[in-house]
């Protein structure tokens, strides 16, 4: 199908739970002129942490890269799992090859009209002011679903588990 613009975000390449699979799909079914990925596209917080990468998350950027080197507009606004690359915005945004790099857009409709664009995580101060917070809470994420294969296997166990899977988150 075509359209005009594709928006993604939080798409955590370099994470198990992210579905590249499903996001290739997308790329595949629609044909776009422009593209804004809003944050988190690499998760590299995960991946300094613990690396994981598999073949759909290398074709993911492929075929990003690929389509801004065939003229479509790409536009990446940096998340709060990608945020040491703030760093490198500080006044002027930059472009990596053809990629805008922002920390925040202004898209305009066909109208006109202009929409702001951020990831959003710009407002949540308090977690901002204590990186550590992210490390923290990334950890209790990955914790609650080792406890909860856990909780399933001791269930499966002792017969408890009757009709397929039971989620404690
Ligand atoms: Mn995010």
């Given at each position: 199908m075509k359209i005009r613009t594709l928006f993604i975000s939080d798409?955590?390449?370099?994470?198990?739970?992210?579905q590249a699979d499903k996001l290739l799909q997308v790329l595949k079914d629609y044909e776009y002129d422009e593209l804004i990925i809003v944050g988190d596209f690499i998760d590299l917080t995960s991946l300094k942490r613990k690396f994981y990468w598999n073949p759909d998350h290398s074709t993911v950027i492929q075929k990003v890269l690929r389509s801004s080197r065939k003229g479509t507009k790409v536009t990446y606004i940096i998340g709060n799992h990608d945020?040491?690359?703030?760093?490198?915005?500080?006044?002027e945004n930059i472009n990596l090859g053809d990629v805008l790099i922002c920390d925040e857009h202004y898209y305009q409709t066909l109208k006109g009209e202009n929409i702001y664009i951020c990831?959003?995580?710009?407002?949540d101060g308090f977690i901002r002011l204590h990186p550590f917070l992210y490390v923290l809470g990334d950890w209790a994420y990955e914790m609650s679903f080792k406890i909860n294969k856990i909780y399933n296997k001791i269930r499966r166990f002792f017969g408890?588990?009757?009709?397929g899977r039971c989620s404690l988150i």
């Open positions: 798409v955590h390449l370099g994470t198990t739970k992210c945020y040491f690359l703030r760093g490198l915005i500080k006044e990831h959003g995580d710009q407002f408890t588990l009757k009709t």
